[in-house]
């Protein structure tokens, strides 16, 4: 049996989805998942993609984002499984920019002819000092990781013409103070509120909006700690279950809160990170 102290140290990684259920419904249905170029938006194109959905992932890494989206295609048309297989398309956005994210959710209709779910998952990580954060550091993660949401919010609402469903991305940070991470975990605190007056405003119109507050994840993103053993032995101290999240144990969340089993689900934040926010 190993030690708390062994698992700590050898995090692993747990691969594959098996854990995901199938959720049948989702099939036929048209998403727009922004920053999924990698890291955790690239699992939930290839999630939602093997369950039938056809995925327009958006980055503004175009060129890595076209690779990515060979890949996921790739990777979806040799998935197991009895679903009708969706497809995955790859476009630039960069989320700051209201227009085009108005014609990134118009592509969705004019190629699909429909849009049901979108998912703000873009976001950056800066890091500073509290006391030294430049003023540019704090616009550009609120212009990235909040309006950002908004925007894609606001684009998303306005061809959701059947309902439809968002989710933010928002973090454990949202809640939990994260030493030299000030504008981010501010950014975060915004997004959850965020989801929370987009879900009474855009009710009206059918249309559910959640987040999602990941813990630590095995992503570029989360580099840093990965690669400094101190740094890593801080982070999962913080986590009850001993271990950073895999990409792939995001999805089933998000699978969740697109489906019709969350269909009464609206203005909730949902917790992944091990039980890190509660340490
Ligand atoms: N990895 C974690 O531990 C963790 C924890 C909590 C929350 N999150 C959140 O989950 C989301 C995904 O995180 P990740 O770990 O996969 O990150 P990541 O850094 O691996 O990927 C983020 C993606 O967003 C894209 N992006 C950045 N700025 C953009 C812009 N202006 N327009 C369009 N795309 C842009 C990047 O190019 C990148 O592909 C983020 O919102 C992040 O804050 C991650």
Redesign the pocket.
Known sequence: MTTILERAENPGRVQGEAMAVQHPELAGKVAVV????????ARFAAGLAVRGVHVIG????ET?MTAMASALAAEVSTAAGSVARGSVMGAR????DAGEQESLARLAVERFGRLDFWVN?????PEAPVIDIPAEQISATLA??VE?VLFGAQAAARQMRAGGVIVN?????AVRVRRGRAAYCSS?AAVQHLTECLAVELGDAGIRVNAI?????D????RWVQDDPAALQKALDTVPLHRLGS?EEIVGPLLFLLSDSARYVTGHTLAVDGGSRHV
């Open positions: 922004t920053g999924a170029c990698r890291g955790i938006g958006a980055d503004i890494d890595r956005v960069d989320v700051r998952n873009a976001g950056i990580f990235v990781n950002g991305m928002a973090s454990v940070a975060k507050a990941p813990g630590f994840v992503t570029e993103m989360t990409p």
